[in-house]
Structure formats: structure tokens, C-alpha cells
């Protein structure tokens, strides 16, 4: 029973596209996360929620939005898709906010290319 | 976060242990060590944290110095599926508990 999963797994798509990628956790974690992988493999967090509010958004472009619907749940969404969004987002989950020694579990990533 | 830094790059021959180095001279004293590491096209795995103490697990093994600023990830007996990415991570327990990752290790595990 994957603990992250993300949907889906590749996803290519032309220039200007709207397009979204679904995470679930099934770990009762309270806190989740995206992540970008770019090109040069540098791994940067976007977002990060606490039961379903927002925490942090590190300067991304408000073209990304995501959606908590749920705790269990952090959707994110990429309106007009750029030929620099071309990359892999890794979906994360962590038990508690501000709980130093917890880890997060990572998803195993959405590969997405803008053509 | 204080900042990491790692080697960039680092071999091992198979069966023997991996010894990965990892300095955060600025550390202070609430934050924890991190180690992760990303197999190619995975999503990064956690491995190993501490504070103060060495930790060991089924995995590998932290070595903390006295002072903190530097730590040592052990793999005791590196196999081919532990090439990866090694990520060591500083963090700090109060602002959103999110992870920054540096550019990491890039362990190749040698046959």
C-alpha cells in the first residue's frame, strides 16, 4: 500500500495548457508538500500545508495553486503551462508541524513536460 | 537553515562501507541532522536523523561530532543499490517544517 502516491506518473503537454496533479497520503500526516526537480537535479520545496492551510510558498509563480481538500489530499494545479515547468514535482507528507524530529515520506513523482 | 556542505561526488567498492561527510559548521542548537537520499527517478527516502547522539538503524549510521558542526552518514556494507544522491539536511524544528535540500552526494557503489 503505497504511503504517497501521485497521479500521474508522466504527463506531457503543450505550451499553454492548464493542467493538474493529484497526492494522497494515507499516513494520517497532518502536514504536505511540493517539491520541484529541475533539470540540474536541485530540489526546491513550492508549498507546504498544515491541515489544509497554507504554511509556505517559496516565490512560485501564481500560476501554480494548489488544493488541500482534504488532510489527506494536496492537488496541485499549473494554469498556462511554460516550457520552464518542465520538470519532476515530488508530493511529500510529514506527521506534525513543527515537530523537529519528524521525516517526510516523499511520492515518487510526477515527470512533466511542457512541449 | 544552516547551510550543509557535501562532497560532490564520492565512489565505494561493494561490500565495503561508505563514509559520507557532511559539514554545517553554522548549526545551532534546536536543529536536527537530516539524511536522504534519491535513488535515480525516485522520490527521495529517508534514512537517518539525530541531534546530539550517534544514531543507528537498519540502514546506516550517524556520527555527530562533539561540536555539531560536522556528521558522517555510514552505509557499513555498500551494495549496487545504494548508488544514489545522499542528502544531508539542517533544519530547523519552528518554520514550517519543511526540508531544504542542497545539491547532495552522488555516491556510485563500485562492483
Known amino acids: 500500500d503505497t504511503a504517497v502516491s501521485q497521479t500521474p506518473k508522466y504527463l506531457v503537454t503543450q505550451m499553454g495548457n492548464d493542467k493538474s496533479i493529484k497526492c494522497e497520503q494515507n499516513?494520517?500526516?497532518?502536514?504536505m508538500y511540493w517539491y520541484k526537480q529541475d533539470s540540474k537535479k536541485f530540489l526546491k520545496i513550492m508549498f507546504s500545508?498544515?491541515?489544509?492551510?497554507?504554511?509556505i510558498n517559496e516565490t512560485v509563480p501564481n500560476r501554480f495553486s494548489p488544493k488541500s481538500p482534504d488532510k489527506a489530499h494536496l492537488n496541485l494545479h499549473i494554469n498556462s503551462l511554460e516550457l520552464g515547468d518542465s520538470a519532476v514535482y515530488f508530493c511529500a507528507s510529514s506527521p506534525a508541524l513543527g515537530a523537529a524530529t519528524t521525516e517526510a515520506f516523499f511520492g515518487q513523482g510526477t515527470r512533466l513536460t511542457v512541449v | 537553515d544552516a547551510k550543509t556542505t557535501q562532497p560532490t561526488s564520492m565512489d565505494c567498492a561493494e561490500g565495503r562501507a561508505a563514509n559520507l561527510p557532511c559539514n554545517h559548521s553554522t548549526i545551532s542548537g534546536n536543529e536536527y541532522v537530516y539524511w536522504y537520499r534519491q535513488i535515480h527517478s525516485q522520490g527521495p527516502q529517508y534514512i537517518i536523523h539525530?541531534?546530539?547522539n550517534n544514531e543507528t538503524n537498519e540502514m546506516a549510521s550517524l556520527i555527530i561530532t562533539e561540536d555539531r558542526k560536522s556528521s558522517t552518514l555510514i552505509l557499513p556494507h555498500a551494495t549496487l543499490r545504494d548508488t544514489a544522491v545522499y542528502y544531508c539536511i539542517v533544519r530547523v524544528p519552528d518554520t514550517g517544517n519543511q526540508f531544504y535540500f542542497g545539491t547532495g552526494t552522488s555516491l556510485t557503489v563500485i562492483p
Open positions: 539525530g541531534l546530539k
Open positions: 499516513l494520517g500526516h497532518d502536514t
Open positions: 500545508y498544515n491541515n489544509k492551510e497554507l504554511i
